[in-house]
């Protein structure tokens, strides 16, 4: 513990313009790049105070959007294509799918790179820390009962796929964009078997409410227990493949990759990862924490991926680990709430979170190494000024 005499956040030095200078406050071990504030702009975070609602409210959620968000002026006209092995097609309007069993599911999400910025060195692309997270309702139909529907059809001359089971189904956005020289719409597959799994929506509803144009309006795939890039926005077609699809999204990146020439792992489901809503009152520039000393409630969020509830959250002060209490899930996709009852000691503190899930694994305490820095679960790390006499 240092002196809490000297509380750098309500005494702190006067700020200057950036220099840059080594040694300065903000002097950057690893500079960002305008293209990366871009991106950083377009792609908003969960303000982790937010973690507090069971259901992130709209505009609240994540954004990840890689190329434009396309302007789509009425549901009405939307038509969802599917396309058969035999290359022929069937078309789709939102009343139609309403024909279906209408469902709810409340799913958090996470994009693959959130904890980008913690992997040295850093992958030029979206600069996430931790807040590329959240949670909806999503409102819709099974993915399943209209693929079923479609291979049992008789309106849509016969079989989907001519009496033959696909391989994949390809999902493609209306969004075009190049990526590495690649012209293509955003588009990614899942086997058939994921396909047909239950749980996966197509959905034109968030928290009761139409899709909002950057949430994928007005009509998305939603993938629950697997990381963000699964879940198309603005979908427009649903193809069936006899082979593995290669498109850019699904090969080029999106992979697990220890070096550039690793051919690479699928990134599929969600690592098991907790964070904390950050205690006491920020400094706004530093977001560094103050707080009164005494009885704190620590608050915060635990997942895992494909659907396995987290069984155990612990809390660390100063590098040593008690058990939080964790709420369980009520929603077999979303997040679990948990709190820690912590008594305060004044000055410096590092406050850290892990979570473990029902299969035993366990949140690790450094990044592991990723080349486009996917899947960074590393333990959240809060560090905070506690006062000894309240003056908050
Ligand atoms: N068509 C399309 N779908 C997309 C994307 C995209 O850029 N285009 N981004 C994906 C990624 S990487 C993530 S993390 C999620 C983010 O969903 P959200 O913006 O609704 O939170 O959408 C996925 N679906
Ligand atoms: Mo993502």
Known sequence: MSDSTRNPVLNPEPRQHITGEPGSPDHLVQKYTLTEVQLANRNSGVCLETLRHDVTPIGMHYLLTHFDVPYVEKADDWKLTFERLDGTTADFDLERLKDFEQIEQRVTLECAGNGRVYMEPRWASMPWSSEAVGT????????????????????????????????????????????????????????????????????????????????????????????????????????????????????????????????????????????????????????????????????????????TSVSKVEVSVDGEWHKAKLESSTDKYAWQSWQFLWQSTPGEHVLQCRATDANGVVQPLDAPWDKGGFGNNAVHSVKVWVEQEPEL
Do not use: C
């Open 136 to 307: 909806a309702v999503w409102g819709g139909v099974r993915l399943s009962d209209v693929l079923t529907s479609l291979t049992n059809s008789t309106q849509d001359s016969a079989h989907l796929n001519a009496g033959k089971e696909p391989l994949e189904w390809v999902f493609s956005g209306a969004d075009q964009g190049v990526d590495n020289g690649h012209v293509h719409h955003f588009e990614r597959s899942l086997s058939h078997t994921m396909a047909m799994n239950s749980d996966v929506m197509l959905a034109w509803q968030i928290n009761g409410q139409s899709l909002p144009p950057q949430h994928g309006f007005p009509l998305r795939l939603i993938v629950p227990g697997w990381y963000g890039m699964a879940s198309v926005k603005w979908l427009k077609h649903i193809k069936a493949i006899d082979h593995p699809f290669e498109g850019y999204q699904q090969t080029g990146t999106y992979q697990y990759r220890q070096t550039l020439d690793d051919p690479g792992k699928p990134v599929t489901a969600i690592r098991v990862r907790s964070l904390m809503i950050p205690p006491g009152i920020p400094d706004w520039y530093t977001r560094q924490r103050v707080l009164n000393g005494g009885e704190v409630t620590l608050r915060g969020r635990a997942w895992s991926g494909d659907g």
